[in-house]
């Protein structure tokens, strides 16, 4: 059995904070902002080297750990996990914010729906056509999201994470078959110039 609710009703969206300037790093500011530059390959969010900015923030802006993050801006409109512990970091107006998520929906979970190839067609299907593609609130909010159970949530984010690592184990033997190739040519290529050296 699944039910089906729209995000809006299984979930509070806040829009990113808004600067009223380009933002700019301040060595000792209290607080870190997330921006699309802390996405590495599409996939996740590096919390290494967020900026630091000084800013009068409210606590409705501050990220919490299992909350989302979905692009507002861009030719996709991916949502990504905060799988960490967070403290006085905030996320910038390129993104929305997904909390309080309802308790019979994991955050992984939620995340993964989002990036499906049906929940990115609604959404680009109703971008705002612009320089550059953007959703509102009212049109993320309006998002269908299917909810199984949580034994089967749990089961699909499982699956996908065993995909994301075989992914990169893959990637990781195509690399090092690149590397070893280009070592035996390399090798092959000096044995002949030694060759004809020696043959000369």
Known sequence: MF???????ISSIFAGFTFRKQIEEVPFGKYKVIQTKDIVGNSYLDFSNLTKVDENIKENHLLKQNNLLVRAKGVNTLAYHIN???????????????????????????????????????????????TVPNITKPILGQLEII?????IQ?????????????????????????ILLNTVMNKMLTGSIIRDVEND
């Open 147 to 151: 909810i199984p159970s949580i034994e």
């Open 84 to 130: 960490i512990p967070v403290e006085n970091t905030i996320a910038s107006s390129q993104f929305f914010v997904v909390k309080n998520i309802d308790s019979r929906v994991l955050s992984e979970y939620l995340t993964w729906y989002i990036n499906q190839p049906n929940a990115q067609d609604y959404l680009a299907n109703n971008a705002r056509t612009m």
């Open 3 to 9: 039910i089906i609710s729209k995000l809006e009703e």
């Open 154 to 178: 749990s089961k699909i984010i499982k699956l996908n994470e065993l995909k994301n690592k075989e992914i990169v184990l893959l990637d990781t033997i195509k690399e090092k078959r690149q």
